[in-house]
């Protein structure tokens, strides 16, 4: 069990990292002419769950469905996504990257490195401690995430870094 400072410690340490990240986000969507962080993120999902629905990136991004859907429309204005009924049950909506979303994505992977800050501390990270601890902590950051949301509402991060390697060795 915690003792009370620490949990301050670890509340207030996380938060200051969440402030930057946010920020970082912010940037990235602003450089890659985006409204917000959250299309950008939508963008991000769509890219490795093609077809993806709209109910599964709100499960997924813990955002209201009706967030989305406004983020998607205004996405849709800017052609960056498609969607579409589905077939089986036309309650369903799928969305998909067009080729100028494919873009702003590949983009996106080539600035990440520029644009997002913990980008360096991570590398720090593994350069002080090694490969070892710093593989370590990303696995106790996806405990954590598990512990907090479900393993089930996180499994996709993993599911769509891995696909993103397979589409970069392409």
């Known amino acids: 069990m915690t ?4 949990l301050h410690e670890v509340l207030n340490i996380l938060r200051a990292i969440s402030v930057v990240n946010k920020d970082d986000w ?7 002419d985006l409204d917000s962080a959250v299309q950008l ?12 629905r709209v109910t599964q990136i709100a499960d997924w991004t813990f955002w209201h469905p009706s ?3 406004i983020h998607v429309k205004k996405m849709m204005e800017k052609e960056l996504v498609t969607i579409e009924k589905s077939d089986k ?6 969305v ?3 080729d100028k979303g494919k873009r ?11 644009v997002f800050r913990i980008t360096q501390a991570l590398g720090n990270l593994e350069t002080k401690y090694g490969r070892n601890v710093s593989a370590l902590f990303y696995e106790c950051l996806e405990f954590l995430a598990g512990e907090l949301h479900g393993q ?12 993103m390697r397979r589409l970069a060795a392409t």
């Not at 049950?89 to 799928?94: A, F, Q, S, T, Y």
């Not at 089930?152 to 696909?163: L, S």
């Open 67 to 69: 967030s989305v859907v």
């Open 152 to 163: 089930d509402r996180i499994n996709w991060i993993r599911e769509g870094e891995d696909k």
């Open 96 to 98: 998909y990257l067009t």
């Open 26 to 32: 912010e940037t990235a969507a602003r450089r890659l």
């Open 41 to 52: 993120n939508i963008l991000w999902i769509v890219y490795c769950y093609e077809g993806v």
């Open 3 to 6: 003792d009370t400072h620490e």
């Open 104 to 114: 702003i994505i590949e983009d996106s992977r080539l600035q990440a490195p520029d």
């Open 89 to 94: 049950d036309g309650r369903v909506v799928n």
